[in-house]
């Protein structure tokens, strides 16, 4: 069974590469019935526990087992945030999931959003349900998608920035109010809500958006 492995050293939540000299102080081995796993990000949510985001793929149609936390519910699982308790002890898990025309997702960076929720940052290709949203990419690539997992683990709201060219999501923060600032590059034309920016060039442009609270851009 291939599997995960989150550690919490010095305050910090870590994948075992991170930190290889700090002292640890647990470590949590999360078993998947899956193929091609990756933690991608983890980090403290402020209150012991901790948040981590990742990529993963089920192997043919088996369902996804998470250390006993069973999901029948698709045969393909792609982003999932996983929260452990200050034990290390897995409290509850959630994911994407793929829609009707398929979708290659992918969580890059994950925060605290302070009252014990966290905002996710990522990429998705096709269509894929964030909770109850339902997002569809623009074009043949990519689009970059922000979402909110409540401390429950409920995706409450999920939305999208698209390029018809090109666009990377690379880091997202909180705003001390429950939103976040996203940051990322992109070349040719980048598409949020009614704000279209062109870059300059044939290089890529940097952009910064802000998503408040509620997911709005």
Request: net charge negative; charged share 15%; hydrophobic share 45%.
């Amino acid at each position: 069974m291939a599997g995960l492995v989150v550690l919490l050293a010095a305050g910090y939540a870590l994948v075992p590469s991170d930190k290889p000299d700090a002292n640890v102080d647990w470590v949590a081995r999360v078993g998947l019935r899956l193929a091609n796993n990756s933690a991608v990000a983890s980090v403290p949510d402020g209150l012991g526990g901790v948040f981590s985001v990742g990529l993963a793929r089920s192997v043919d149609d088996h369902p996804v087992s998470l250390d006993g936390m069973r999901d029948t519910s698709l045969d393909r699982l792609d982003v999932f945030i996983l929260y452990f308790s200050h034990a290390g002890r897995l409290i509850w898990h959630t994911h994407s999931f793929q829609g009707a025309n398929g979708a290659n997702c992918e969580g890059r960076s994950i925060v605290a959003d302070g009252s014990g929720g966290a905002l996710v940052i990522g990429h998705f290709r096709g269509t894929a349900f964030f909770g109850s949203t339902l997002l569809t990419s623009i074009g043949t690539g990519r689009d970059v998608f922000v979402l909110h997992v409540t401390s429950s683990g409920v995706i409450d709201w999920a939305v999208q920035t698209a390029s018809h060219d090109y666009i990377y999501g690379l880091d997202i923060v909180p705003d001390g109010s429950g939103g976040a600032l996203v940051g990322g590059h992109f070349r040719g034309t980048l598409l949020f809500n009614s704000t279209l920016l062109t870059s300059i060039g044939t290089g890529r442009d940097v952009f910064v958006l802000h998503v408040t609270s509620s997911g709005v851009i």
